[in-house]
């Protein structure tokens, strides 16, 4: 039986060969998350509402797990905000977008 952080090194290693430790995932989530909290607290100081509001904003926050804190889809049922949006993956991207010039198959002869 394999628990959450060992199936995620599981996946990174599948992923990109790289090897990590369920304790180095775990680390990893903890930072996410507390970046995460800063972001929205940022976010919470900055709207117009009561002062009642924020805090209990707050306080759900406060009781949220790391894990729950990253994951997009906890964030959004239990504090009722939409994540903010990022890049996807860039997994097929090529880093040059075309032929290199003057290799074969370029159209700069």
């Given at each position: 039986?394999?628990?959450?952080?060992?199936?995620?090194?599981?996946?990174?290693?599948?992923?990109t060969?790289k090897?990590?430790?369920?304790?180095?995932v775990?680390?990893?989530?903890?930072?996410?998350?507390?970046k995460?909290?800063?972001e929205?607290?940022a976010?919470?100081?900055a709207m117009?509402?009561?002062q009642a509001?924020?805090?209990?904003?707050l306080?759900?926050m406060?009781?949220m797990s790391?894990?729950?804190?990253?994951s997009?889809?906890?964030?959004?049922?239990?504090l009722?905000?939409?994540?903010?949006?990022?890049?996807?993956?860039?997994?097929?991207?090529?880093?040059?977008?075309?032929?290199?010039?003057?290799?074969?198959?370029?159209?700069?002869?």
């Amino acid at each position: 039986m394999y628990g959450r952080n060992e199936l995620i090194a599981r996946y990174i290693k599948l992923r990109t060969g790289k090897t990590r430790t369920r304790k180095q995932v775990s680390s990893h989530i903890q930072v996410l998350a507390r970046k995460k909290v800063r972001e929205y607290q940022a976010s919470i100081k900055a709207m117009n509402v009561d002062q009642a509001s924020k805090d209990k904003a707050l306080q759900n926050m406060a009781a949220m797990s790391s894990a729950q804190i990253v994951s997009a889809t906890a964030m959004q049922s239990k504090l009722g905000i939409t994540p903010i949006p990022q890049a996807p993956y860039p997994g097929t991207a090529r880093f040059w977008p075309g032929p290199l010039p003057g290799q074969p198959g370029s159209s700069q002869e």
